[in-house]
């Protein structure tokens, strides 16, 4: 009987940039997102590294209780291919602005999967 672990990580709402933390489960080698909490400004969760290597080689999928972003209410969730920060999506946009980079581009298929944009 293994207790169920939360894995957080930072999640940057795309349309106000205010921070958050999102809060993953493991579901075999996957990662289900279970929500997202706002983060005050001045702190600092030094939590991205545990992401990465929970998602070595997973995935992710929005659960299914998932409330969307505490800022903007958007409903998905990706990971920048150039800086590879995530950040809140809402699945009725073609394209994704990154708050943490500025990157912008098209979002290619349901983005379920960090391999989707994460590239190398
Ligand atoms: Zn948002
Ligand atoms: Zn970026």
Redesign the pocket.
């Known amino acids: 009987m293994m207790p169920e672990r939360a894995i957080l990580a930072n999640i ?5 940039g ?1 921070p ?1 933390v999102g809060r993953f489960s493991r579901q075999g080698a996957n990662l289900e997102l279970k929500g997202v909490s706002r983060q005050r400004p001045d702190s600092v969760l030094p939590v991205s590294g545990s992401l990465a290597q929970a998602t070595d080689g997973g995935s992710f999928t929005i659960g299914a209780d998932y409330r ?7 409903d998905n969730v990706v990971r920048c291919s150039q800086c590879r920060q995530l ?4 699945s009725s946009q073609p394209t994704f602005h990154c708050p943490s980079c500025g990157r912008n581009g098209p979002v290619r298929g349901v983005i379920t999967a960090f391999s989707t944009l994460g590239g190398g």
């Open positions: 940057t709402c795309s349309t106000t205010h958050g969307g972003c505490p800022s903007c209410g958007a950040a809140c999506w809402s």
